[in-house]
Protein backbone atom coordinates (compact mmCIF):
# COMPACT_ATOMS: atom_id res chain seq x y z
CA UNK A 1 0.00 0.00 0.00
CA UNK A 2 2.80 2.04 1.44
CA UNK A 3 5.16 1.33 -2.06
CA UNK A 4 1.89 1.83 -4.27
CA UNK A 5 1.27 5.47 -3.46
CA UNK A 6 4.67 6.35 -3.60
CA UNK A 7 5.42 5.31 -7.19
CA UNK A 8 1.94 7.16 -7.80
CA UNK A 9 3.36 9.97 -6.36
CA UNK A 10 6.66 10.00 -8.49
CA UNK A 11 4.58 9.25 -11.33
CA UNK A 12 2.50 12.06 -10.58
CA UNK A 13 6.25 14.17 -10.95
CA UNK A 14 6.20 13.58 -14.61
CA UNK A 15 2.49 14.51 -14.95
CA UNK A 16 2.27 17.84 -16.81
CA UNK A 17 -0.62 19.04 -14.65
CA UNK A 18 1.15 18.42 -11.59
CA UNK A 19 4.14 20.68 -12.81
CA UNK A 20 1.05 23.37 -13.65
CA UNK A 21 0.10 22.93 -9.55
CA UNK A 22 3.97 23.86 -9.00
CA UNK A 23 4.09 26.53 -11.27
CA UNK A 24 1.27 28.33 -10.04
CA UNK A 25 2.06 28.99 -6.40
CA UNK A 26 5.59 30.10 -7.54
CA UNK A 27 4.13 32.46 -10.26
CA UNK A 28 2.25 34.45 -7.04
CA UNK A 29 4.86 34.49 -5.36
CA UNK A 30 7.26 36.04 -8.28
CA UNK A 31 4.84 38.69 -8.38
CA UNK A 32 4.59 38.69 -4.62
CA UNK A 33 8.86 38.51 -4.34
CA UNK A 34 9.25 40.73 -7.47
CA UNK A 35 7.11 43.70 -6.79
CA UNK A 36 8.22 43.70 -2.93
CA UNK A 37 11.67 43.75 -3.99
CA UNK A 38 11.57 47.06 -6.36
CA UNK A 39 9.07 48.67 -3.59
CA UNK A 40 11.95 47.59 -0.79
CA UNK A 41 14.39 49.92 -3.14
CA UNK A 42 12.81 53.01 -2.06
CA UNK A 43 12.96 52.34 1.77
CA UNK A 44 15.48 54.82 3.05
CA UNK A 45 14.53 57.26 -0.54
CA UNK A 46 10.93 57.92 0.38
CA UNK A 47 9.70 61.23 -0.27
CA UNK A 48 8.79 61.94 3.23
CA UNK A 49 9.87 59.88 6.42
CA UNK A 50 6.01 58.61 6.55
CA UNK A 51 5.60 57.33 3.46
CA UNK A 52 9.14 55.60 3.10
CA UNK A 53 7.42 53.84 6.19
CA UNK A 54 3.95 53.15 4.16
CA UNK A 55 5.85 51.54 1.08
CA UNK A 56 8.21 50.04 3.12
CA UNK A 57 5.34 48.25 4.97
CA UNK A 58 4.01 47.20 1.62
CA UNK A 59 6.92 45.32 0.59
CA UNK A 60 7.17 43.57 3.78
CA UNK A 61 3.62 42.58 2.93
CA UNK A 62 4.75 41.21 -0.29
CA UNK A 63 7.73 39.19 0.46
CA UNK A 64 5.93 37.52 3.09
CA UNK A 65 2.97 36.80 0.87
CA UNK A 66 5.73 35.20 -1.79
CA UNK A 67 7.19 33.23 1.69
CA UNK A 68 4.32 31.45 1.89
CA UNK A 69 3.46 30.54 -1.34
CA UNK A 70 7.64 29.82 -2.01
CA UNK A 71 7.26 26.99 1.01
CA UNK A 72 4.02 25.78 -0.58
CA UNK A 73 5.68 25.15 -3.83
CA UNK A 74 8.82 23.70 -2.24
CA UNK A 75 7.35 21.35 -0.19
CA UNK A 76 5.09 20.17 -3.55
CA UNK A 77 8.15 19.81 -5.26
CA UNK A 78 9.62 17.65 -3.06
CA UNK A 79 13.27 17.61 -4.17
CA UNK A 80 14.76 19.54 -1.45
CA UNK A 81 14.16 22.94 -3.00
CA UNK A 82 13.59 25.77 0.22
CA UNK A 83 11.71 29.11 0.03
CA UNK A 84 15.41 30.47 -0.42
CA UNK A 85 16.51 28.27 -3.20
CA UNK A 86 13.40 29.00 -5.22
CA UNK A 87 13.40 32.37 -4.90
CA UNK A 88 17.65 32.95 -4.70
CA UNK A 89 18.72 30.35 -7.01
CA UNK A 90 16.37 30.29 -9.87
CA UNK A 91 17.56 31.61 -13.53
CA UNK A 92 15.81 34.42 -14.61
CA UNK A 93 13.74 32.47 -17.32
CA UNK A 94 12.58 30.26 -14.78
CA UNK A 95 10.97 33.04 -12.69
CA UNK A 96 7.21 33.56 -13.33
CA UNK A 97 6.38 36.81 -12.74
CA UNK A 98 4.24 39.44 -14.85
CA UNK A 99 6.52 42.19 -16.72
CA UNK A 100 4.48 45.00 -14.87
CA UNK A 101 5.72 44.23 -11.64
CA UNK A 102 9.82 44.12 -13.08
CA UNK A 103 9.21 47.46 -14.37
CA UNK A 104 10.98 50.52 -12.53
CA UNK A 105 10.28 52.48 -10.05
CA UNK A 106 10.91 55.96 -12.03
CA UNK A 107 9.54 58.27 -9.99
CA UNK A 108 6.84 58.34 -7.31
CA UNK A 109 3.82 58.69 -9.56
CA UNK A 110 5.56 55.69 -11.95
CA UNK A 111 5.73 53.76 -8.43
CA UNK A 112 2.68 54.75 -7.17
CA UNK A 113 0.97 53.79 -10.86
CA UNK A 114 2.07 50.41 -10.92
CA UNK A 115 1.10 49.46 -7.52
CA UNK A 116 -2.18 50.31 -8.29
CA UNK A 117 -2.45 48.56 -11.40
CA UNK A 118 -0.87 45.61 -9.96
CA UNK A 119 -2.55 45.24 -6.67
CA UNK A 120 -6.32 45.99 -8.12
CA UNK A 121 -5.54 43.22 -10.10
CA UNK A 122 -3.94 41.10 -7.10
CA UNK A 123 -6.94 42.34 -4.96
CA UNK A 124 -9.82 40.47 -7.25
CA UNK A 125 -7.60 37.75 -7.80
CA UNK A 126 -6.90 36.75 -3.94
CA UNK A 127 -10.52 37.34 -3.68
CA UNK A 128 -11.37 34.47 -5.54
CA UNK A 129 -8.53 32.23 -4.88
CA UNK A 130 -9.66 32.60 -0.90
CA UNK A 131 -12.15 30.07 -1.53
CA UNK A 132 -10.80 27.76 -4.02
CA UNK A 133 -10.66 24.01 -2.83
CA UNK A 134 -6.73 23.88 -2.88
CA UNK A 135 -6.50 24.85 1.07
CA UNK A 136 -2.85 26.11 1.20
CA UNK A 137 -3.35 28.70 -1.74
CA UNK A 138 -6.98 29.58 0.01
CA UNK A 139 -5.72 30.30 3.17
CA UNK A 140 -2.52 32.35 2.06
CA UNK A 141 -5.02 34.16 -0.24
CA UNK A 142 -7.53 34.92 2.66
CA UNK A 143 -4.58 36.35 4.95
CA UNK A 144 -2.92 38.49 1.72
CA UNK A 145 -6.44 39.98 0.97
CA UNK A 146 -6.43 41.79 3.86
CA UNK A 147 -2.61 43.16 2.98
CA UNK A 148 -3.48 43.71 -0.37
CA UNK A 149 -7.09 46.01 0.21
CA UNK A 150 -5.02 48.36 2.45
CA UNK A 151 -1.94 48.28 -0.83
CA UNK A 152 -5.12 49.27 -3.24
CA UNK A 153 -6.54 51.53 -1.11
CA UNK A 154 -3.22 53.52 -0.18
CA UNK A 155 -2.44 53.26 -3.92
CA UNK A 156 -5.79 54.56 -5.07
CA UNK A 157 -4.90 57.86 -2.99
CA UNK A 158 -1.91 58.71 -4.91
CA UNK A 159 -3.33 58.25 -8.04
CA UNK A 160 -6.18 60.61 -6.89
CA UNK A 161 -4.16 63.11 -5.05
CA UNK A 162 -1.29 63.31 -8.11
CA UNK A 163 -3.82 62.84 -10.59
CA UNK A 164 -5.84 65.49 -9.39
CA UNK A 165 -3.32 68.12 -8.12
CA UNK A 166 -0.77 70.20 -9.88
CA UNK A 167 -0.11 70.83 -13.81
CA UNK A 168 2.98 68.71 -13.32
CA UNK A 169 1.64 65.93 -10.76
CA UNK A 170 -0.83 65.50 -13.43
CA UNK A 171 1.68 65.15 -16.14
CA UNK A 172 3.78 62.75 -13.86
CA UNK A 173 0.99 60.57 -14.00
CA UNK A 174 -0.19 60.95 -17.26
CA UNK A 175 3.19 59.69 -18.15
CA UNK A 176 3.25 56.95 -16.04
CA UNK A 177 -0.02 55.26 -16.97
CA UNK A 178 1.23 55.46 -20.33
CA UNK A 179 4.33 53.95 -19.59
CA UNK A 180 2.90 51.12 -17.80
CA UNK A 181 -0.03 50.68 -19.72
CA UNK A 182 1.12 48.10 -21.83
CA UNK A 183 1.80 45.41 -19.46
CA UNK A 184 -1.53 45.15 -18.31
CA UNK A 185 -2.87 42.89 -20.67
CA UNK A 186 -0.45 40.35 -19.99
CA UNK A 187 -2.57 40.26 -16.28
CA UNK A 188 -5.17 38.81 -18.81
CA UNK A 189 -3.88 36.44 -20.58
CA UNK A 190 -3.66 33.29 -19.49
CA UNK A 191 -0.54 30.88 -18.86
CA UNK A 192 -0.63 27.26 -19.60
CA UNK A 193 -0.43 26.46 -15.92
CA UNK A 194 -2.73 28.98 -14.55
CA UNK A 195 -5.41 27.11 -17.10
CA UNK A 196 -3.74 23.99 -16.30
CA UNK A 197 -4.33 23.97 -12.05
CA UNK A 198 -8.21 23.80 -12.71
CA UNK A 199 -7.80 20.38 -12.56
CA UNK A 200 -6.66 20.62 -9.43
CA UNK A 201 -9.70 22.63 -7.45
CA UNK A 202 -7.86 26.10 -8.78
CA UNK A 203 -10.49 27.28 -10.74
CA UNK A 204 -10.22 31.50 -11.13
CA UNK A 205 -13.01 33.20 -13.60
CA UNK A 206 -10.54 35.06 -15.57
CA UNK A 207 -12.38 37.20 -17.52
CA UNK A 208 -14.53 37.78 -14.28
CA UNK A 209 -11.50 39.91 -12.64
CA UNK A 210 -10.75 41.06 -15.99
CA UNK A 211 -14.35 43.10 -15.96
CA UNK A 212 -14.13 44.28 -12.19
CA UNK A 213 -10.34 45.44 -12.45
CA UNK A 214 -11.58 47.46 -15.56
CA UNK A 215 -14.40 48.82 -13.24
CA UNK A 216 -11.95 49.59 -10.96
CA UNK A 217 -9.15 51.14 -12.80
CA UNK A 218 -11.67 53.61 -14.76
CA UNK A 219 -13.26 54.71 -11.68
CA UNK A 220 -10.42 55.80 -9.62
CA UNK A 221 -8.64 57.06 -12.86
CA UNK A 222 -11.72 59.17 -13.80
CA UNK A 223 -11.62 60.46 -10.12
CA UNK A 224 -7.89 61.69 -10.51
CA UNK A 225 -8.86 63.34 -13.86
CA UNK A 226 -6.83 60.51 -15.61
CA UNK A 227 -8.21 58.15 -18.44
CA UNK A 228 -7.35 54.84 -19.40
CA UNK A 229 -4.85 55.12 -22.38
CA UNK A 230 -5.70 53.69 -25.87
CA UNK A 231 -4.68 50.55 -26.09
CA UNK A 232 -1.96 49.53 -28.39
CA UNK A 233 -4.04 46.70 -29.40
CA UNK A 234 -0.85 44.83 -30.14
CA UNK A 235 -1.12 41.10 -28.86
CA UNK A 236 1.66 40.69 -26.73
CA UNK A 237 3.67 36.92 -27.63
CA UNK A 238 6.20 36.97 -24.72
CA UNK A 239 4.88 36.76 -21.47
CA UNK A 240 7.03 37.53 -17.94
CA UNK A 241 4.69 34.45 -17.01
CA UNK A 242 6.25 32.17 -19.17
CA UNK A 243 9.74 33.24 -18.48
CA UNK A 244 10.34 35.51 -21.03
CA UNK A 245 11.39 38.93 -19.20
CA UNK A 246 12.47 42.10 -20.01
CA UNK A 247 16.08 43.23 -18.85
CA UNK A 248 15.06 44.85 -15.82
CA UNK A 249 14.61 41.95 -14.07
CA UNK A 250 18.19 40.64 -14.99
CA UNK A 251 19.38 43.54 -12.90
CA UNK A 252 16.97 42.88 -10.28
CA UNK A 253 17.82 39.49 -10.16
CA UNK A 254 21.59 40.05 -10.24
CA UNK A 255 21.19 42.21 -7.42
CA UNK A 256 18.82 40.38 -5.32
CA UNK A 257 20.74 36.75 -5.78
CA UNK A 258 24.04 37.69 -5.57
CA UNK A 259 24.85 36.93 -1.81
CA UNK A 260 23.32 33.68 -2.17
CA UNK A 261 25.08 32.84 -5.37
CA UNK A 262 28.64 34.30 -4.00
CA UNK A 263 28.25 32.27 -0.79
CA UNK A 264 25.60 29.29 -1.04
CA UNK A 265 23.31 28.85 2.13
CA UNK A 266 24.88 31.66 3.93
CA UNK A 267 23.10 32.80 6.44
CA UNK A 268 23.08 35.90 9.09
CA UNK B 1 12.37 103.53 24.96
CA UNK B 2 11.25 101.23 22.82
CA UNK B 3 10.15 98.37 23.82
CA UNK B 4 10.31 94.96 21.79
CA UNK B 5 7.37 92.60 22.28
CA UNK B 6 7.49 89.27 21.19
CA UNK B 7 5.14 86.88 22.10
CA UNK B 8 6.01 82.80 23.00
CA UNK B 9 4.49 80.21 21.27
CA UNK B 10 3.69 77.14 22.43
CA UNK B 11 3.88 73.79 20.94
CA UNK B 12 1.21 72.89 18.86
CA UNK B 13 -0.03 76.56 19.01
CA UNK B 14 0.87 78.16 16.22
CA UNK B 15 -0.50 81.78 15.19
CA UNK B 16 -2.85 81.63 11.65
CA UNK B 17 0.21 83.07 9.29
CA UNK B 18 2.11 80.29 9.96
CA UNK B 19 -0.57 77.22 10.10
CA UNK B 20 -2.17 74.93 7.34
CA UNK B 21 -1.07 72.96 4.48
CA UNK B 22 1.48 74.75 1.82
CA UNK B 23 0.97 72.69 -1.57
CA UNK B 24 4.35 70.65 -2.37
CA UNK B 25 4.79 68.11 -4.38
CA UNK B 26 5.75 65.05 -2.74
CA UNK B 27 6.79 63.56 -6.44
CA UNK B 28 10.52 65.68 -6.25
CA UNK B 29 11.74 62.85 -4.44
CA UNK B 30 13.04 65.43 -1.49
CA UNK B 31 12.56 65.73 2.04
CA UNK B 32 10.42 68.71 1.14
CA UNK B 33 6.86 67.56 2.02
CA UNK B 34 7.72 66.81 5.52
CA UNK B 35 8.50 70.46 5.72
CA UNK B 36 5.33 72.23 4.32
CA UNK B 37 3.35 69.82 4.86
CA UNK B 38 0.88 70.56 7.83
CA UNK B 39 1.77 68.44 11.34
CA UNK B 40 -0.57 65.87 13.19
CA UNK B 41 -1.47 64.25 16.36
CA UNK B 42 -2.00 60.81 16.58
CA UNK B 43 -4.03 59.23 19.39
CA UNK B 44 -4.28 55.75 19.57
CA UNK B 45 -6.72 53.08 21.43
CA UNK B 46 -4.71 50.08 22.01
CA UNK B 47 -7.69 47.59 22.52
CA UNK B 48 -11.62 48.37 23.12
CA UNK B 49 -12.92 50.22 26.46
CA UNK B 50 -9.28 51.93 26.93
CA UNK B 51 -8.71 55.36 26.17
CA UNK B 52 -7.30 56.77 22.92
CA UNK B 53 -3.55 57.99 24.00
CA UNK B 54 -1.46 60.40 22.17
CA UNK B 55 1.28 58.38 21.02
CA UNK B 56 3.12 61.14 18.31
CA UNK B 57 2.95 63.28 15.73
CA UNK B 58 3.09 62.71 12.13
CA UNK B 59 3.26 65.02 8.69
CA UNK B 60 0.57 64.58 6.40
CA UNK B 61 -1.39 66.27 3.37
CA UNK B 62 -4.72 66.44 4.91
CA UNK B 63 -6.79 64.25 7.44
CA UNK B 64 -7.25 61.57 5.49
CA UNK B 65 -3.75 60.80 4.86
CA UNK B 66 -3.12 61.35 8.49
CA UNK B 67 -4.70 58.48 9.04
CA UNK B 68 -3.09 56.34 6.58
CA UNK B 69 0.21 57.41 7.82
CA UNK B 70 -0.62 56.86 11.44
CA UNK B 71 -1.69 53.28 10.74
CA UNK B 72 1.54 52.87 8.73
CA UNK B 73 4.27 54.30 11.18
CA UNK B 74 2.03 53.89 14.44
CA UNK B 75 0.24 50.47 14.22
CA UNK B 76 2.50 48.12 12.71
CA UNK B 77 3.00 46.28 15.75
CA UNK B 78 -0.26 45.83 16.58
CA UNK B 79 -0.48 48.71 18.68
CA UNK B 80 -3.94 49.83 17.99
CA UNK B 81 -7.70 48.89 17.01
CA UNK B 82 -8.49 52.68 16.72
CA UNK B 83 -6.62 55.76 15.39
CA UNK B 84 -7.67 59.25 16.03
CA UNK B 85 -5.34 62.30 14.10
CA UNK B 86 -5.59 65.94 15.01
CA UNK B 87 -4.12 68.71 13.45
CA UNK B 88 -1.05 70.36 16.15
CA UNK B 89 -2.24 73.60 15.39
CA UNK B 90 -5.80 72.69 16.75
CA UNK B 91 -4.50 72.23 20.10
CA UNK B 92 -3.65 74.76 22.95
CA UNK B 93 -1.23 74.25 25.11
CA UNK B 94 -1.05 75.74 28.90
CA UNK B 95 1.70 78.04 29.59
CA UNK B 96 4.72 76.73 31.29
CA UNK B 97 4.71 79.79 32.79
CA UNK B 98 1.67 79.07 34.92
CA UNK B 99 2.76 76.01 36.09
CA UNK B 100 3.03 77.76 39.74
CA UNK B 101 -0.23 78.78 39.77
CA UNK B 102 -1.53 76.12 37.54
CA UNK B 103 -0.39 73.07 39.33
CA UNK B 104 1.18 73.46 42.40
CA UNK B 105 -1.87 74.66 44.50
CA UNK B 106 -3.36 71.24 44.19
CA UNK B 107 0.22 70.17 45.93
CA UNK B 108 -1.36 69.61 49.68
CA UNK B 109 -4.91 69.06 48.47
CA UNK B 110 -4.15 64.77 49.31
CA UNK B 111 -7.85 64.92 50.40
CA UNK B 112 -8.99 65.10 47.11
CA UNK B 113 -7.42 61.86 46.18
CA UNK B 114 -10.24 59.07 46.58
CA UNK B 115 -7.78 56.84 48.69
CA UNK B 116 -10.01 55.78 51.43
CA UNK B 117 -12.08 52.98 49.21
CA UNK B 118 -10.90 49.46 48.43
CA UNK B 119 -10.93 49.46 45.17
CA UNK B 120 -11.63 45.08 44.07
CA UNK B 121 -8.66 43.73 42.39
CA UNK B 122 -10.65 42.85 39.06
CA UNK B 123 -11.01 46.42 38.25
CA UNK B 124 -8.46 47.47 36.29
CA UNK B 125 -7.55 50.85 34.86
CA UNK B 126 -8.31 52.86 37.71
Known amino acids: MFQKTVKMKTNQRFDSSTNHLIAYPLHLADNALILGHRDSEWTGHGPILEQDIALSNIALDLIGQARNFYQYAAKLKADGSTEDTLAYLRDVNEFKNCLLVEQPNGDWGQTVTRQFLFSTYQYFLYQQLQHCSDKTIASIAEKGLKEVTYHTRWSSEWIIRLGDGTDESHTRMKNALNHLWEFTDELFIQSSYETGVAKHGIRVDHALIKEQWYEKVRSVLSEATLSIPESSQQKRENLGKEGHHTEHLYEILSEMQSLQRALPGCEW | ?126
Open chain 2, 1 to 126: MKMILFRKYYYGDLPDNQKGAQHSSPTEGTQEGAGTWPLWEVFIRSKQGLDHKHVGSLHAADAKMAIENARDVYTRRQEGVSIWVVESKSIHASNPDDAENFFEPANDKVYRHPTFYDLPDELKHM
